[in-house]
Nanobody, 120 residues
């Protein structure tokens, strides 16, 4: 079974930096897209960043220039580097993956989430 586990969340002050990690375990035939989403209190879950086929990285306008998503295939990890954090960045952050398993069946997996709280 494919599993994603986030880590690295915590409480920081505005202007500080934080790096979130997502460990991927299990067998995957191919990855179509991997990304980070977040859900703030009272708001709908939104896309933060994603890496698509062809290594194209997309970012939400609200985080562009401040956040950087990356991956390390050798370590089966994906990361979200967050700089110049703002109170509006406070949310539960989730990593996710879409692809195909070894039987070429559709696969979508979400992590359990990690809380990021940015104080002013």
């Amino acid at each position: 079974q494919v599993q994603l586990v986030e880590s690295g969340g915590g409480l920081v002050q505005a202007g500080e930096s934080l790096r979130l990690s997502c460990a991927v375990s299990g067998s995957i035939f191919s990855i179509i897209v991997m990304g980070w989403h977040r859900q703030a209190p009272g708001k709908q879950r939104e896309l933060v960043a994603q890496i698509l086929a062809g290594s194209v990285t997309n970012y939400a306008d609200s985080v562009k220039g401040r956040f950087t998503m990356s991956r390390d295939n050798a370590k089966n990890m994906m990361y979200l580097q967050m700089n110049s954090l703002k109170p509006d960045d406070t949310a539960v952050y989730y990593c996710n993956l879409l692809g195909f398993d070894n039987n070429k069946r559709y696969l979508e997996v979400w992590g359990q989430g990690t809380l990021v709280t940015v104080s002013s």
